[in-house]
């Protein structure tokens, strides 16, 4: 067996060592929608779906949730509330101004 | 928009078991995440209100539709009959026919225990679990992999000028307090991102996952012939014949 200089390298460094174990127990890693966590965005989901049936501006929950997470919120309903034509009809129109 | 004078609701107070079986026992046996969104609606047509516009049968009405939809998804849909809707609001939750007085709605358990024994229009489910509605993991893959979930909701009175069901701005208060309106039972049929999609009154509903934490208060699978069979593949490869035998084992 021949040593190439990287091989020789790597048998007097010897194999690496474990990485030591995590302290305290692993947390699980909450899984975002629309980039926030599942109870800001059911919040979010509720008060959109009632600002557009009654006809509301959503100013005022972009300025809470911001309007990146309220257009992720618009386009669900979109996708998901198909057998709601008055609330997906909004829902677009609101999409298409807000370009 | 939902007129209140012309549908019904019909569900009684829930009524616990001790024994009656949970989902989760049999959820490590499903190997993978539920899927984002499900929609076990596209196959289905012609839906009707099962009569629950003019009677308080929801709890019968629902097991109706859960047939409708497993069978629409095998390519043969079934409709069940009013007449048969009418009778097994007759013998699972005593109406006599022509007597208001007894249009007194059903408890869901009752219900099911009658759909399990006696059946609905011939269809009669081998088994059913219950579902712990407040954790959304183990409804959607109720939904997933029993072709619908049946569920009681406490509606708000809120929910009556909603095209899709919401929580109001105000909170669960007022008459956004749960059971507000009064008690049903709906079929869960589909779920999305935003909220899970009913079936009641001959229409699709959907509410948001918002108003389901807030305001449903029980939760069932069931498994059907109509949806699975050891004829016939399991969806998602769910150990049917598992929870048969722990149901003979319960209840003999």
């Known amino acids: 067996m021949r040593f190439t200089p990287l091989l020789l390298a790597l048998v007097i460094a010897g194999c690496p060592k ?11 890693v909450p899984e975002l929608t629309c980039g926030v966590e599942e109870a800001v965005h059911d919040e979010a989901v509720d008060h ?14 972009e300025a809470k949730y911001t309007h990146d997470v309220i257009r992720c919120v618009v386009e669900e309903i979109v996708l998901d509330a198909h057998d709601a034509p008055v609330l997906t009809g909004r829902a677009r129109a609101w999409l298409e101004a807000s370009k | 928009m939902t007129d209140p004078t012309r549908v019904r609701l019909g569900r009684r107070p829930p009524r616990f078991d001790k024994r ?8 490590a046996t499903a190997a993978r995440r539920p899927p984002a969104r499900v929609d076990w609606t596209p196959k289905v047509s012609l839906l009707g209100p099962m009569l629950n516009t003019s009677l308080g049968c929801c709890t019968v009405s629902a097991k109706g ?21 009418l009778a ?7 109406y006599v026919p022509g007597d208001p007085t007894t249009d007194q709605g059903g408890t ?53 000028g909603q095209e899709v069901w919401a929580v109001p701005e105000g909170g669960a208060v007022g008459d956004g307090a749960p059971g507000s309106w009064g008690g049903h039972d709906v079929p869960i049929v589909g779920y999305g991102l935003m909220g899970p999609t ?55």
Not at chain 2, 224 to 241: S, T
């Open chain 1, 18 to 28: 474990p990485m030591p174990p995590p302290v305290g127990p692993v947390q699980p």
């Open chain 1, 48 to 61: 959109v779906v009632t600002a557009l049936l009654n006809q509301q501006p959503l100013d005022r929950w």
């Open chain 2, 20 to 27: 009656t079986l949970r989902l989760e026992r049999y959820l």
């Open chain 2, 65 to 85: 539709h859960l047939i409708q939809t497993w069978t629409a998804n095998h390519d043969r849909q079934i409709i069940v009959s009013d007449s048969a809707i």
């Open chain 2, 88 to 94: 097994g609001y007759t013998e699972a939750c005593g």
């Open chain 2, 108 to 160: 869901m358990l009752d219900v099911l225990n009658w759909f399990r024994k006696t059946g609905l229009a011939g269809h009669k489910p081998f088994a059913y679990v219950a579902v712990n509605h407040q954790n959304r993991e183990n409804v959607k893959f109720a939904i997933n992999l029993f072709g619908g979930c049946d569920v009681g909701i406490m509606l708000p009175v809120s929910a009556q």
């Open chain 2, 198 to 252: 009913c079936i009641t009154w001959g229409k699709l509903v959907t509410m948001t996952w918002g108003f389901f934490k807030t305001y449903v208060e029980e939760a069932y699978a069931i498994l059907a012939p109509e949806w699975a069979d050891v004829d016939e593949p399991a969806p998602n490869g769910f150990e049917l014949e598992q929870l048969k035998a722990d149901l003979v084992t319960i209840t003999g």
